[in-house]
């Protein structure tokens, strides 16, 4: 399931696909994904202009001329492949994936200049929707969002503030998107570790230093999944694979057993655990994390 840094990959890999591009064409070859598209959404995304493509959390936001946003969210298999005619366009001006199997190609976007945009999303958790651009602020999507890792809203003292009299364990928190946007499972346990903190800790006792540190970890360790991404785009070949989707090295994630590298340029050497809490997997060091 994509998090932050894999949709932040796709944003960089849509903007010379997408932005400043007329939507010439869109065709939705189903009434929905997750949910129905909202009504007219193939009139009212033709013929406007893609201004800028952003992303809030795991939210990608197309600003459209037409004074509308278009809001989609990969779900958990939701993939984009973008097709140039121009077959002399330089290698990394697009990050061009494999076609998937077309039966799940939903939506289709032809744009300004010979470029197809498809979204392929076999499982349909994806959705996408328009909304008016003025009207952001009250978005049920948008409006109750923290703050995202590499804002200067986000910090020890706003964790702190967001964590107290929280009697949740610090895992189950930091998945609460109000505490802080666009993470998910695999990025908590990589800045707990990180930051030696026990994902059994109570939320509510992360303060002072120790939220500190909490802060700088969730930070870092998106940043270079983002950088990491980046690079997969660069180097990509189009072999294989969609945007966004690629192998980063975790500390803990999905180490169950294998030798804990030592959190915080600790000395350790044990095996790193798994535990489940609120029916998902949490792997961290009991030894480096506490
Ligand atoms: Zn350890």
Redesign the pocket.
Known sequence: MPELPEVETVRRGLIPAMEGRRIVSARLNRKDLRFAFPDRMAERLTGTQVERLDRRAKYLLARLGSGETLLMHLGMSGRFSILADDMARQPGDFVYAAPANPAHDHVVLEMEGGVTITYNDPRRFGFMTLFDTALEAQNPYLAQLGPEPDSNLFSGPHLAAALKGRRSPIKTALLDQRVVAGLGNIYVCEALWRARISPRRLAHTIAGERAERLAVAVRNVISEAIDAGGSTLRDYAGADGALGYFQHRFDAYGREGET?R??GG?V?G?P?SRIVQQGRSTFF?P???R
């Open positions: 804990c030592g959190a600790r350790c044990k790193v060091c030894d480096c994390q």
